[in-house]
């Protein structure tokens, strides 16, 4: 239920502290540090109190550590989205690589890199960025984009694969039209035309859709539909 919270997009530290109490139970302790460190990025302030409380203990320093590295991927990080922004793609990727190996458990350093490699063309490197940040956070956002660029590569059943596990977590458009997409790759037309469906229904004035559900129709040729 605590994973299912969190793929869900719960951010909040609480979960991350209940999560890392189960897996310190279960002897799983590098998965503990991760959910403390996920936790106090959620709430720098509150085990910024609770160091002070704590005093020289080790486990005070060592929230003190994390505070401390959350704080500069958090700076390192703005500036490689602002170079993003900015179509600056080597210095976007560059800085985002820092603010990743400063907190390797920040999805979103791992996204910003995948989209800077992406852009300076290098897929598979984007792909792998991807998968780390399903790893780390396995939510509808990172399976989404890791299915983007499995479909871009031509690795349609691992992007289905991950479409439909977004489309559980998270139904939505963007991951409707993305499957009907691979499955139109696939040439699994009907497949694409009931997601197609899904995603009208969610959105009835879609152009862009209504264009794709033409296209598919038009394939099968049935005429009068498109």
Request: glycine share 4%; hydrophobic share 45%.
């Amino acid at each position: 239920d605590l994973d299912h919270s969190v793929a869900l997009g719960y951010r909040g530290y609480e979960v991350f502290l209940s999560r890392a109490s189960a897996r310190l139970a279960c002897g799983r302790r590098e998965e503990h540090d991760r959910d403390m460190r996920s936790a106090i990025r959620a709430a720098p302030e509150v085990f910024s109190a609770k160091a002070r409380e704590l005093g020289q203990s080790d486990a005070a320093r060592w929230i003190d550590r994390a505070l401390a590295d959350g704080k500069k991927a958090r700076e390192v990080l703005a500036r490689a989205k602002a170079q993003l922004a900015q179509w600056r793609w080597a210095e976007a990727a560059a800085l985002a690589a820092e603010a990743a190996r400063v907190d390797p458990e920040d999805s979103e350093a791992w996204l910003v890199q995948s989209a800077a490699r992406e852009k300076l063309e290098l897929p598979e490197d984007a792909l792998r960025d991807a998968e780390k940040a399903v790893r780390v956070e396995p939510g509808p956002a990172t399976y989404s984009r890791r299915a983007e660029l499995a479909q871009k590569l031509g690795y349609m059943e691992a992007a289905l694969k991950d479409l439909s596990v977004a489309l559980a977590l998270a139904p939505g458009v963007s991951n409707l039209r993305w499957r009907a997409q691979t499955f139109l790759g696939m040439r699994h037309y009907d497949l694409a035309l009931q997601d197609l469906g899904a995603a009208l229904e969610l959105e009835p004035d879609d152009a862009a859709l209504h264009d794709l559900r033409a296209h598919v129709n038009l394939i099968l040729g049935r005429v009068p539909a498109a």
